[in-house]
């Protein structure tokens, strides 16, 4: 396989220390990473020179407190608009996607923020548009209780609808710039929003130019009823996180359809589920190494990490070997991942510690523990059998993680013709293979 068209798409989800709620206390890892530029900039370096698509960094609003928190690496990192500023200046090619809530942010500031990131890495910025699903944001934010979960789809919807409009304030060509005449720009090529809605009123428009993209990728992370919905209409990228190939078919058969009712063209969306992989020179090696990480996790932090990605539930007071109890279905966090892990629970018949520790690397993402081309088999697959465009690579711990996905995993991905060498191009959109918009006012 030779076309790049066809070729895997591969982020680079960057967590601090390393996606294993242990990875901190490893030898290997520094345990300061959340707010060192030295370490988030070695990761970049490494990312780029394997030709990633793009870094991905998540987000919360909120610090992680309490007995349990004051025992895992997730209350103090860089808040990431800034970070990947900062990495602009010191990368080229690889694009730049950060998370940043529609909950609990106003479109402007979103829409100024992003337009501003495109332009100072000259085209390479991605929005990964997600609703909050950690129920301590709204207590940061003037609430008392966080939205639910349909009031944050409906608010998420008219927030992208108001940035999108935002980004299209000015056409391409509308800052003339012109000395001689005195026309700094062309008000025929200005275009007021004055939008009025359920959630915002925005009159407009954007104090930053049309960007280098026309438009930041706009990335959606949500496989509830909802998250599908929205990201058939908004996304350009969707971030998922599926059990098994089958279930990836399903999920990817059903957003490529979902699209095109939407009048999109299903290649539109680059649909890339989280890989967990962990690598070694043989499969008993990337064991070994898993297993180190797995040592490190002490129960009670396991159970935590549980009732947080299930929804904001407080397992504290539960039976460690008894199964998962019967909980409600969640309003503040993600219902898809609450589904998937209480499936998980019950198809493994896991204690609540158990499924606690089985978590504790991927957080109910496929895992693929064993050599370079045990990992590349598994993604070969995945992206041959329409399960997936590409992959979102987490990795137990960083620096060394993702180095050995550089060294080992991407060669043999590169060997088989499924990885680029070199960038052909110097955007986002062009790495992904996603077209430029079209100003929505152009035809005028």
């Not at 040592?295 to 396991?302: I, S, Y």
């Amino acid at each position: 396989m030779s076309d790049v068209s066809r070729q895997i798409k591969l982020g680079a989800f960057l967590m601090a220390t390393g996606h294993h709620v242990a990875a901190w206390r490893h030898p290997d890892v520094p345990s300061d990473a959340g707010l060192s530029f030295a370490h988030y900039r070695h990761l970049a370096t490494v990312a780029e020179a394997a030709k990633f698509d793009m870094l991905f960094i998540a987000d919360s609003v909120a610090a992680a407190t309490g007995d349990i928190a004051s025992r895992m690496a997730r209350s103090d990192h860089f808040e990431p608009l800034t970070l990947v500023s900062a990495l602009s200046a010191v990368t080229e090619r690889i694009g730049l996607v950060i998370t940043a809530t529609t909950t609990y942010n106003e479109p402007y500031h979103i829409a100024r923020k992003f337009a501003s990131l495109d332009h100072l890495s000259a085209g390479r910025a991605g929005w990964n548009l997600v609703t909050s699903d950690a129920a301590a944001e709204a207590l940061n934010f003037g609430r008392d209780e966080h939205l639910e979960h349909a009031q944050r789809y409906s608010r998420a919807a008219e927030f992208h609808q108001v940035v999108t409009g935002l980004w299209d304030s000015w056409q391409d060509d509308a800052f003339v710039r012109n000395k001689a005449s005195g026309e700094y720009y062309d008000p025929t090529r200005l275009h007021v929003l004055d939008h009025r809605g359920e959630h915002f009123q925005v009159k407009g428009p954007l104090n930053v130019a049309r960007s280098p993209q026309g438009q930041p990728v706009v990335v959606q992370a949500g496989s509830s009823e909802a998250g599908r919905q929205l990201a058939a209409r908004t996304a350009e990228v969707v971030f998922t996180a599926q059990p098994s190939l089958s279930a990836a078919q399903a999920f990817y058969r059903d957003l490529k359809a979902r699209a095109s009712s939407f009048g999109r063209d299903p290649d539109s969306l680059k649909i890339m589920p989280g890989m967990f992989v962990v690598v070694g020179d043989s499969e008993a090696q990337a064991q070994e190494k898993y297993e180190a990480f797995q040592a490190l996790v002490e129960p009670h932090v396991g159970v935590a990490l549980l009732g947080r990605m299930l929804g904001n539930f407080d397992l504290s007071g539960y039976p460690l070997d008894e199964p998962l109890p019967p909980l409600p279905l969640t309003q503040s966090g993600q219902q898809s991942r609450q589904a998937l892990l209480t499936e998980l629970a019950q198809h493994e018949q896991l204690t609540l510690a158990e499924l606690g520790r089985r978590i504790a690397g991927g957080r109910g993402h496929f895992s693929v523990i064993g050599t370079a081309r045990q990992i590349a088999d598994q993604w070969q697959a995945w992206f041959e059998q329409d399960a997936a465009d590409g992959f979102n690579v987490l990795v137990p711990h960083l620096p060394g993680g993702l180095e050995d996905v550089a060294t080992h995993v991407i060669p043999e991905l590169q060997r088989r013709g499924l990885f680029r060498r070199e960038y052909s191009g110097t955007t986002l959109r062009e790495h992904l293979g996603l077209r430029r918009p079209v100003h929505r006012f152009a035809h005028a």
